[in-house]
Nanobody
Framework: VQLQASGGGLVQPGGFLRLSCAAS????????MGWFRQAPGKEREGISCIMSSDGRSYYADSVKGRFTISRDNVKNTVYLQMNNLRPEDTAVYYC?????????????????WGQGTKVTVSS
């Protein structure tokens, strides 16, 4: 079972990035998928999740209206489109899979984790 996150990099404020998270060893559609981030010196923060049951998505207030989560069940991949990036979005971003039936931003409810991809927003 593996989650491979990619797509991070350096971007200017107001720019955009799309993160990808490819799953192997399990069917991604069987799990709710989440994106988390951890900035230096801060706790890991859940920012978005998407349900396996109905595709409904949820967002933290800090990213609502700027980030969009999506999933491609054929490619077994989940994405995070990040627009209008701000310096405070700088962090290592992680994808994770949860076998729970409810949406959650609690890291403890996630079973599998990717290795993280670094996003730096700076001019």
């Amino acid at each position: 079972v593996q989650l491979q996150a990619s797509g991070g990099g350096l971007v200017q404020p107001g720019g955009f990035l799309r993160l990808s998270c490819a799953a192997s060893g399990f069917t991604l559609n069987d799990y709710n998928m989440g994106w988390f981030r951890q900035a230096p010196g801060k706790e890991r923060e859940g920012i978005s999740c998407i349900m396996s049951s109905d595709g409904r998505s949820y967002y933290a207030d800090s990213v609502k209206g700027r980030f969009t989560i999506s999933r491609d069940n054929v490619k077994n991949t989940v994405y995070l489109q990040m627009n209008n990036l701000r310096p405070e979005d700088t962090a290592v971003y992680y994808c994770a899979a949860s076998g729970r039936w409810f949406p959650t931003f609690s890291a403890a409810e996630y079973d599998y984790w990717g290795q993280g991809t670094k996003v730096t927003v700076s001019s």
